[in-house]
T-cell receptor, first 112, second 112 residues
């Protein structure tokens, strides 16, 4: 199966620490998206890449969050100085056409 | 008021029942509509994608869109216990918008 993969699947960290998540999109999908999902809610859009260019960022993406997609392949999402409110599932999706978006399994972050 | 409203449930039905899941939306610029299925602690899985009013059928699933009423539905025929999951509706703007806007999800349980 060559679906979207995300690592790590789970991350537990202490408040104030930095964390980084990785997303590997479906091969040949040039569009990549990050979303955040909290318990009982639908995913909320964070940011969008087309190839290596970050074309859209949500206001949810505070200065402590940064995302990159070097060379237009995998992407990383870094959260600096984590807060308890950052605890959530971080989801990555990819798309070839921008229409259908296919999601990975997510990274569950717990900030203690 | 949220842009996309979805009854969170839970909805409990007997095996073999026809299930009806619904979302309403307020922004008439939403033109692309999706249904995702999400099992506990997993990423969303794309079930249906449509961009026109009317019905689209795929196996036991039928997606219905009524743009005039800003209302979409997903019907599941002959429901199975394996259909027990959270069902998320999602929408995308016309004109090249990239992000998906999700409902909160409806939790479905199909009982033997």
């Amino acid at each position: 199966d060559t679906g979207v993969s995300q690592n790590p699947r789970h991350k537990i960290t202490k408040r104030g620490q930095n964390v980084t998540f990785r997303c590997d999109p479906i091969s040949e999908h040039n569009r990549l998206y990050w979303y955040r999902q909290t318990l009982g809610q639908g995913p909320e859009f964070l940011t969008y890449f087309q190839n290596e260019a970050q074309l859209e960022k949500s206001r949810l993406l505070s200065d402590r969050f940064s995302a990159e997609r070097p060379k237009g392949s995998f992407s990383t999402l870094e959260i600096q100085r984590t807060e308890q409110g950052d605890s959530a599932m971080y989801l990555c999706a990819s798309s070839r056409t921008g229409d259908e978006q296919f999601f990975g399994p997510g990274t569950r972050l717990t900030v203690l | 008021q949220k842009e996309v409203e979805q009854d969170p449930g839970p909805l409990s039905v007997p095996e073999g029942a026809i299930v009806s899941l619904n979302c309403t939306y307020s922004n008439s610029a939403f033109q692309y509509f999706m249904w995702y299925r999400q099992y506990s602690r997993k990423g969303p899985e794309l079930l249906m994608y449509t961009y026109s009013s009317g019905n689209k059928e795929d196996g036991r699933f039928t997606a219905q869109v009524d743009k005039s009423s800003k209302y979409i539905s997903l019907f599941i025929r002959d429901s199975q216990p394996s259909d027990s999951a959270t069902y998320l509706c999602a929408m995308k703007l016309t004109g090249g918008g990239n992000k998906l806007t999700f409902g909160t999800g409806t939790q479905l349980k199909v009982e033997l």
